[in-house]
């Protein structure tokens, strides 16, 4: 007799309908797909807020302002503006720790490299460059909503790196990078928005040779000139352009595109 004539059912039937509780497998799912949502939206979110916290305190009260508007010459011989250039996109700035004759480290915030060294300015670079194209597989730059990262070597020894020089060095790290340099009264003015330890000594002859130490650093500095956060030697290349990336995708300003 089939279950429709006798109009009841037996246990196992009974027991068959409720073996899995008085949720179905479809509410299941759909319970553990809304709690790990719940838990990836809530992760997303405190790393985002401790972002904003870390850009926020970068350019807290009473802390010197790093950067500001100057006008340099880049490696093709051409004036390059600051406001013109960087206003509305990320900034990635070389920089490094001088330090002095004893060789124990200065304070300041920033200090920019130089062609002529042997060692660190070489593999930082090559670290530059993998950052660079890492984040454009992040946030690809062809998309109108996202940012803009904009690479910038600035020379601390303009005597010797001139726009010729700087072209030819960089071209073996990079093409999007871009090399600044100019007079020793506009390096050293610079140096001092950025809180740079400038060293490099003034009315330096042709052939005389002089050395400059330091350790390097990456400033990322925001699209209205702000300075975000700092990437030092113990970032790998992948870890900063993940920190890198999640601050430009943080970013709700204007930006520029071209």
């Known amino acids: 007799m089939g ?92 920089g490094a720790v001088g330090m002095n004759e ?40 062809t998309s109108s909503s996202n940012p803009t990262l904009l690479p910038i070597f600035i020379t601390c020894d303009p005597a010797r790196d001139t726009p010729s020089v700087l072209k030819t060095y960089l071209q073996e790290f990079h093409p999007s990078m871009i090399g600044l340099t100019g007079t020793w009264e506009q390096i050293k003015a610079v140096c001092k928005m ?11 002859k042709p052939g005389m040779d002089y050395l400059v130490d330091h350790s390097i650093y990456f400033y990322l500095m925001d699209p209205e000139g702000d300075f975000v956060e700092a990437i030092g030697r113990t970032h790998s290349a992948e870890k900063a352009a993940k920190i890198i990336s999640e601050h430009m995708s943080d970013w709700k300003g204007k930006i520029k595109k071209s």
Request: net charge positive; charged share 25%; glycine share 10%.
């Open 194 to 204: 950025y809180r740079v330890y400038f060293s490099t000594p003034e009315g330096v």
């Open 102 to 141: 004893d060789g124990m480290i200065v304070k300041q915030n920033v200090y920019f490299g130089f062609t002529h060294c042997p060692d660190i300015c070489p593999e930082e670079l090559d670290k530059m460059a993998q950052m660079i194209d890492l984040v454009s597989v992040a946030l690809p730059p």
């Open 3 to 94: 279950i429709g004539r006798r109009g009841y059912k037996t246990v196992q039937e009974m027991r068959s309908k409720y073996k899995f509780g008085p949720f179905s497998v479809v509410s299941v799912v759909i319970f553990l797909t809304t709690g790990l949502g719940m838990v990836y939206y809530f992760r997303s979110e405190k790393e985002r807020m401790e972002r904003q916290r870390i850009a926020e305190a970068s350019k807290g009260v009473g802390k010197p302002k790093v950067g500001g508007k100057f006008e340099l010459v880049d490696q093709d011989g051409r004036k390059w503006s600051s406001e013109e250039e960087m206003g509305g996109r990320f900034s990635l700035v070389s």
